[in-house]
């Protein structure tokens, strides 16, 4: 293990109220690509194609979401999770996980056995589809299924209102009750620990920020350089799983 690794393990080790921040480097791991990278989704699709108003008012941009959301969800229904996932599982039979912000969909932290009351899922979760009009949810199994037998475009049984995986899309609001509750665990960590997030994508990337700016340490574990470096305690681009391995080993 070296200095650097060291350095965080000894900040987790001191550490009582640990918030992890995940963003899609954590679940490429399992693999599930990132949208951004190449041979991501966003290399195949437009994504000015996907913004929630297009979506809501245009039946052939919605043909073309479901087909790239029916794409991912293929991709990530049987994904599992890896060593960082377990590693957090690891944190909170320890007593020191605070909580867990990601911005990631595909319900990995569930998986690995984090308990549902510590995981809040910002970006929303690709595991079920809802109507826009009148609230009725679905296992996204079962929608999915619909899709593949030919159904482009879905409509809810109930109302006849659109249905949409109950994810959040470009230019659809936030989730205020989970922003709410991500910001109040950043004012309350004692270590916020980014994994696998660029924190390019606002309002989200505030919240390590506001971790640090509350007092917090800050330990970034990122493949590629990220605007809050400079800020952190420690920084670290390496394997997010082995890395987390090692630190959180003496847990």
């Known amino acids: ?39 991501g989704l966003w290399s195949r699709y437009d994504p000015s194609d996907f913004y929630f108003q297009k979506i809501t008012t245009d039946p052939e941009a919605r043909k073309r979401y479901w087909q790239m959301s029916s794409e991912m969800w293929e991709g990530m229904r049987d994904a599992k999770p890896n060593r960082g996932h377990l590693a957090l599982v690891k944190l909170e039979k320890a007593g020191k996980l605070l909580g ?29 589809v809802s109507c826009l009009s009148c609230g009725k949810r679905w296992p996204r199994e079962e929608i ?28 659809q609001a936030m989730p205020q009750e989970k922003m709410a509750r991500a910001f109040e665990l950043a004012r309350g960590c004692d270590l916020c620990i980014v994994l696998g997030s660029s924190l390019v994508v606002y309002p989200a990337a505030e919240i390590p920020y506001e971790a640090k700016r509350s007092g917090a340490r800050l330990i970034i574990i990122n493949r590629d350089p990220t605007s809050l470096d400079s800020m952190a305690d420690v920084v670290i681009h390496e394997s997010i799983g082995q890395v987390m391995d090692s630190i959180v080993g003496g847990c």
């Open 1 to 39: 293990m070296n200095r650097v690794t060291e350095r965080a393990r000894d900040l987790v080790e001191a550490s009582r109220r640990i918030l992890a921040f995940v963003g899609a480097g954590l679940s490429t791991e399992s693999g599930i690509p990132d949208f951004r990278s190449p041979g």
């Open 100 to 128: 867990i912000v990601t911005q990631n969909i595909d319900h990995l932290h569930h998986k690995a056995g984090n308990s549902e009351e510590k995981i809040v899922e910002i970006h929303g979760t690709a595991v079920s």
């Open 144 to 171: 999915h299924a619909r899709v593949k037998a030919g159904e482009l475009d879905p409509k809810c049984d109930l109302c006849n209102g659109i249905l949409k995986p109950d994810t959040i899309s470009f230019g």
